[in-house]
């Protein structure tokens, strides 16, 4: 059954979030009295299906269906979570939480805000046991950061549900323990647009040379590290002890004006917007959106190959779409479905097809999910046995593109201790699209040599082989370059 959430507000915000659950496979009910909410939201949307497929390793849902509601009452109805990004006003906020709750008092409520605690959002609420503060980073459709703030009243249940939900739609719920202004990162954030107001005030710094002294360098370090960490680092080998020793003095030098703030007024103002116009005025907001999307997929799909900050929840997200697949059955007489793939925007080729390495790289997960099937996974190769591949032979015989959904299948063709021969299929809707016929050895890795498979893998694998020796050879199978078809 399909899951629905509801998003009141449809700027910046909010329109992350509905492209997050839509394309997390849930169906999103939208309201926003702006007449331009559906164009806005849409022009998100477009950004979010170039980006966020590009961070997963596995197939995403079916998009979910997206709907604009004339009003809360029908946004809200049969939704299990909803999520205010309204402006942030707090009489606004508690007018449309009441007519929120009018119609769904028991819904899940996240708010968007940057600044009120839940406690304020909660007041002369019907049900604030409800109400919950879920404070997203943009792009909300690829930064998983998202703090999740309780107030005294609310129900640690659904806390704790708001929590598994946004970890399905594969973000990071931080769970802020105690009420705060601002909640936490914005504080930080507070602190250095304090600091940059003045360099510019000054003259001592434009828009562009602060934003330069982030982007090449300590946003670079911050960007993998955070920031105690990077203190730790910059120890030695002493560590924290020695940095705070060294450095903690400093702290009583009159270097910054962090509790002084600037006369906020015209001058300012048009300071600060010319010279940001001069620094990137050349380029249109959804331009530099792209530009942004680009850099942060690049950003995060190192920090997920070394299984690493943000990195790691991207690759927490992919197994528990993995576990969602069904377990074929050991037994079975038929090709073993072993993978779900989905052409990614960095397989693609000059000629607009998925590349010849990625055929490669279907063909590992597939067998890769074979192996951990009969017990041959990782675990097994840290206890120092694998199978290594001897042979491939690929056979291509369609084209697949960008957003195409695939399957990887394995037959068997024969086994024995030693040795493993499949014939792996590529599919899309059924129809095969490359096979690859496979010899795989079973090697000691220490000793570097071939070697008998242990008994349990057997027990696993032998039967599958029994099962599929009654298949049909593949068309395809013992094939070599240049052979006519039959």
């Avoid at 659950?21 to 009910?29: I, K, Q, T």
């Avoid at 309201?31 to 477009?46: C, H, Q, S, W």
């Amino acid at each position: 059954m399909t899951r629905k959430a509801t998003i009141i507000g449809g700027g910046v915000i909010g329109g992350g979030w509905a492209a997050r659950f839509l394309l997390s496979g849930w169906d999103v009910a939208v309201f926003d009295p702006d007449p331009e909410a559906p164009r806005k939201i849409g022009e998100v949307l477009n950004n979010a299906r170039a980006a966020l497929p590009a961070l997963a390793d596995v197939p995403m849902p079916d998009e979910g269906q997206l709907s604009f509601c004339a009003t809360i009452q029908e946004a809200v109805q049969g939704a299990e979570y909803i999520q205010e990004s309204v402006s942030e006003r707090i009489e606004l906020k508690h007018r449309v939480y009441a007519e929120i709750q009018k119609h769904a008092p028991k819904v899940l409520l996240g708010s968007s805000t940057s600044g009120y605690k839940p406690s304020q959002l909660q007041e002369d609420a019907p049900n604030p046991g409800v109400i919950f503060v879920a404070h997203p980073f943009n792009p909300v459709y690829l930064l998983p950061l998202v703090e999740v703030v309780p107030s005294a009243k609310s129900d640690p249940q659904n806390i704790e549900t708001a929590k598994e939900i946004l970890r399905d739609i594969g973000m990071y719920p931080l769970h802020v323990r105690k009420e705060i202004d601002a909640h936490i990162a914005d504080r930080f954030l507070e602190a250095v647009w304090r600091e940059a107001l003045w360099l510019v005030k000054d003259g001592i710094a434009t828009t562009e040379e602060i934003d330069e002294a982030i982007r090449m360098g300590f946003g670079l370090r911050w960007g993998q590290m955070g920031l105690f960490d990077t203190y730790r680092v910059a120890g030695g080998e002493a560590g924290m002890k020695h940095f705070m020793a060294q450095f903690g003095p400093c702290l009583e030098w009159p270097w910054t004006k962090l509790m002084d703030v600037p006369e906020f007024n015209d001058e300012l103002v048009d300071l600060i917007a010319g010279q940001s116009d001069a620094q990137s005025g050349h380029m249109t907001i959804r331009e530099m959106e792209r530009i942004r999307d680009q850099n942060l997929i690049g950003f995060l799909r190192v920090l997920k190959e070394r299984n690493w900050g943000a990195g790691k929840v991207l690759l927490d997200h992919d197994a528990r779409r993995r576990a969602a697949v069904p377990d074929p059955s050991a037994d079975s007489a038929a090709p073993l479905v072993m993978a779900h793939i989905q052409v990614l925007p960095g397989w693609i080729d000059y000629n607009g097809h998925m590349t010849e390495a990625r055929y490669l790289t279907a063909s590992t997960d597939t067998i890769d999910a074979f192996l951990g099937h009969i017990g041959a996974g990782m675990e097994y190769v840290a206890a120092g046995h694998s199978y290594y591949t001897a042979e491939t032979h690929i056979l291509h015989l369609g084209e697949a593109k960008l957003g195409d959904r695939l399957t990887g299948s394995v037959q068997v063709l024969g086994a024995d201790d030693k040795r493993l021969h499949v014939f792996i299929t590529i599919a899309r809707n059924g129809e095969p699209i490359a096979t690859l016929e496979q010899m795989l050895l079973h090697v000691d890795v220490n000793a570097g040599r071939t070697c008998p498979a242990h008994t349990d893998v057997l027990a696993r694998l032998m039967p599958i082989a029994d099962a599929h020796a009654a298949l049909p050879r593949p068309a395809g199978a013992g094939r070599h370059i240049g052979q006519r078809k039959s």
